[in-house]
């Protein structure tokens, strides 16, 4: 599984849509670094989620620069209690702005392990980097072999052209 | 994630879209939905980045590309911020009893007000609720113009032509052919001033009074020293065919920036004013609204002439303090999420519900702590008072306090 991720980080389309989109995890923050080599997955859901896996069972999870967009400035933001159990689809916290507040939900099922503490008093980074260091929690995966099989779970390719089907 | 919008400022509110892409969807193709009005400035808004949603069956910004709603908010508390407000109803009210009328509708003393200035007042149903808020200015005896909510236009004209029908002399006429323009903030006069005639003044036209101004370029406007953000500004009724190049002559001024609906509502959220549908409806008195200032002095011991619409229910509200519940300001002690509309107000035990919130959100100017307004059952309404507010499965420490939560700038001379 962990090759056949690795060749398509390095297929040449994918590279260049990585390159272009917005949506894309950064390579700067601790959700591409917790690995020195990166995560080996990283998931979208059509609800605007994402979910970087890495090699030990973990992953990290947030919303993708296209929800921070829509939901405006990020006012306050609702962390997970550790050690929560969470099937995939139930929510795990939520964000706030001045107009709204959306719940976010568990890409898949696990167990929450830690959740970003610099949101209590940075909620802006959910806007200024939503896929790097404004991350929200971080889970131990309950099944981390079926990430490629499991229905709802979509590339970043996928995704975006999820993203152009709704416009 | 899921979405739950509170961009709500109306009335006839749409069901709140499943989803973020359902949101984002409506939001896109609204704008051109089949059945909304445009305002004049419509294409403007468009131009300039506006975020088109539908309200009160308008097609009206939301907010603007490049500015986000606590940008957009902070800018218009420290400069001038631009707002189409044109959704909203304008009309006249004429004739020989057109105060009788008045008098008959609202608990305000309008034979006193001076022509030329213009007073908050509240449509009355029968029983003394809220049938809208209104801004309504004396022209000259007989001659009256008013501002009604875009949202209850409907209910409002059908309210005023049947209360119409026990009046003689009194004609109400909707305005269609001019728009409103809202200029607000501490720079708002210097940008209005600019694009006045040379031998035109702002500096003596104070805070309700309204009156005509030439502009640089020969049109006319009607002015009034008004606003619902708290700060000094100016709301503006110009001819549609002339809105456009005036907007444009006051976005040329760099101090100005267009704002949408989404900063108009923490804005007036902040100032501690109503909104309808939220603070106030056809159930709640304008005593229970914390609005007891709208009823005239002069109009609360009437033994001849005409009483207005629930005058017993109301007068009695206010001399024997009969009602139960009353409009409060809160302010979270602690971060969390924001209550918003519906969410419960309970004692400290958290167990003893004693009253609702109607609007509440992150306040930009305050730092994006939570505050909000509601409705508080007696005695525990005192401001001081130490209340539970629940926002999904949470119980979140809030304080009565004063309103407006941030001080008004309204220029009185």
């Given amino acids: ?167 | 994630m899921r979405w739950h919008h509170n961009i709500d400022c109306s009335i006839k509110r749409p069901s709140p879209p499943k989803d973020t892409a359902a949101m984002i969807r409506s939001v896109r193709f609204n704008s051109t939905q089949a059945g909304l009005k445009k305002t004049a400035l419509h294409d403007l808004h468009v131009e300039l980045g506006g975020n088109m949603v539908p309200f009160a069956g308008y097609s009206m910004p939301v907010a603007y590309k490049g500015q986000s709603h606590i940008e957009s908010h902070r800018w218009t508390r420290t400069h001038a911020g631009l707002f189409d407000v044109s959704h909203m109803l304008q009309s006249t009210l004429q004739g020989k009893d057109a105060v009788n009328f008045l008098h008959k509708v609202t608990p305000t003393d309008f034979q006193q007000l001076h022509p030329g200035v213009g007073t908050l007042s509240v449509l009355l149903n029968p029983n003394g609720g809220i049938v809208d808020d209104t801004l309504i200015t004396k022209q000259s005896a007989h001659d009256f113009y008013m501002v009604t909510n875009a949202a209850c236009a409907e209910r409002d004209s059908q309210f005023l032509v049947d209360e119409l029908k026990s009046v003689a002399d009194a004609k109400w006429t909707p305005i269609t052919d001019r728009s409103l323009l809202a200029l607000q903030g501490p720079d708002a006069h210097r940008v209005l001033q600019h694009v006045l005639a040379w031998d035109q003044s702002l500096a003596d036209l104070y805070f309700g009074q309204r009156r005509s101004y030439k502009l640089f370029n020969g049109a006319y406007i009607d002015v009034a020293r008004s606003g619902y953000t708290g700060e000094d500004g100016f709301e503006v009724s110009i001819p549609n065919e002339d809105a456009l190049q005036f907007a444009q002559s006051l976005l040329d001024n760099e101090m100005t920036k267009p704002i949408g609906l989404a900063a108009r509502d923490s804005l007036r959220l902040e100032a501690g004013l109503c909104l309808y549908g939220h603070e106030l409806d056809e159930s709640i008195t304008p005593v229970e609204a914390a609005l007891s200032w709208v009823i005239s002095k002069s109009r609360r011991n009437i033994t001849e002439g005409v009483k207005f619409n629930g005058y017993d229910k109301i007068i009695d509200q206010i001399n024997n303090k009969t009602h139960k519940s009353l409009r409060v300001g809160y302010r979270y002690q602690t971060k969390g999420p924001a209550a918003r509309t519906g969410s419960k107000i309970f004692l400290p035990d958290g167990k003893t519900e004693v009253g609702h919130v109607t609007s509440g959100s992150a306040s930009p100017s305050l730092d994006n702590i939570n505050i909000g307004q509601g409705y508080v059952l007696k005695p525990h309404n005192k401001r001081g008072t130490n209340l539970l507010v629940q926002v999904r499965n949470k119980l979140l420490p809030i304080e009565l306090v004063k309103m407006p939560f941030v001080p008004s700038n309204y220029y009185r001379g």
């Fill in chain 1, 1 to 167: 599984m962990f090759s056949r991720t690795l060749l398509r980080t390095i297929n040449p389309l994918r590279i260049s849509v990585r390159a272009q989109s917005s949506n894309a995890l950064s390579k700067a923050a601790l959700p591409f670094t917790y690995s020195p080599s990166g995560p080996s997955a990283v998931k979208y859901t059509t609800q605007h989620e994402w979910l970087a896996a890495h090699a030990d069972g973990t992953a990290f999870l947030g919303i993708t620069k296209y929800a921070s967009d829509a939901l405006g400035d990020a006012t306050y933001v609702e962390l997970p209690e550790k050690e929560t159990q969470l099937e995939a689809g139930e929510a795990y916290g939520s964000v706030e702005s001045v107009k709204s507040a959306s719940e976010v939900y568990q890409p898949v099922a696990g167990e929450i392990i830690e959740a970003n503490d610099k949101l209590e008093s940075q909620p802006q980074l959910i806007n200024s980097d939503p896929l790097g260091e404004g991350w929200i929690a971080r889970i131990k995966i309950a099944e981390p072999d079926s990430l490629e099989t499991q229905e709802g779970l979509l590339t970043l390719e996928q995704y975006e052209r999820s993203l152009k089907e709704d416009e």
